[in-house]
């Protein structure tokens, strides 16, 4: 089975500029989370989707993020314009998030950097 | 609010010399306590969840235990491949995952 993807791997942008992320959860994975960790911090929470519902979005630092989930499956990250503290690693992780079976699971990332 | 302390903040250990990370935290309602694992330029890696005070759960050379405080991973004749940052997250039921900074284990051979 495969696991939860994310693309780009990395990406480079100059400030001002606009950048997409893409997230592929584990199919039948109703929950889909965003969580970015910059320099030297910790792994923090963006915000979380129950298909295409955003369940909380707490998290998401200012009105230049803007997440979507069309159709309850993939889910976009979109940073516009960029500035050079948004920089750090973006993670994606879903999980089935029922009961006792809410554990997520995680992406490799997307690593962002903005000059 | 919610907290999590992990430390230290890096261990390093010679093949076989057993240890442990602690995580101690605060929430108001643990709905679980996470363990993960992350190597370089990799997403965390699941590892365990418990639930409830008392509760322990084993993999292989790692070991979970909790308590109402705080909770254990404690690690026997660890490998050179068990270096990684270890981390760990609360769940409380009305939030989403609050993560400690992670404790960076290095296994020297």
């Known amino acids: 089975e495969a696991g939860v993807t994310q693309f780009p791997s990395h990406s480079v942008i100059e400030k001002g500029q606009t950048v997409t992320l893409r997230c592929d959860p584990i199919s039948g994975h109703d929950n889909l989370y965003w969580y970015r960790r910059v320099m030297g911090k910790e792994i923090k929470f963006l915000l979380h989707f129950v298909k295409e519902s955003k369940q909380d979005e707490s998290g998401m630092p200012n009105n230049r993020f803007l997440a979507e989930r069309t159709g309850g499956t993939y889910s976009t990250l979109k940073v516009q314009p960029a500035e050079l503290e948004d920089s750090g690693v973006y993670f994606c992780?879903?999980?089935?998030?029922?009961?006792?079976?809410?554990?997520?699971?995680f992406g490799p990332g997307t690593r962002l950097t903005v000059l | 609010e919610d907290q999590v302390t992990q430390s230290p903040e890096a261990l390093r250990l010679q093949e076989g010399e057993s240890s442990s990370l602690n995580c101690s935290y605060t929430?108001?309602?643990?709905?679980?306590l996470f363990w993960y694992r992350q190597d370089p330029g990799k997403g965390p890696e699941f590892l365990f969840t418990?639930?409830?005070a008392g509760e322990e759960k084993e993999k292989e050379r790692l070991k979970a235990t909790l308590t109402k405080k705080e909770s254990f991973l404690h690690i026997t004749a660890p490998k050179p491949e068990d270096s990684a940052t270890y981390l760990c997250?609360?769940?409380?039921?009305?939030?989403?995952?609050?993560f400690g900074a992670g404790t960076r284990l290095t296994v020297k051979p």
């Open positions: 929430v108001s309602g643990l709905r679980g």
């Open positions: 997250a609360v769940q409380a039921w009305d939030n989403d995952m609050r």
């Open positions: 418990l639930y409830s």
């Open positions: 992780a879903s999980s089935q998030g029922s009961g006792t079976n809410n554990e997520q699971f």
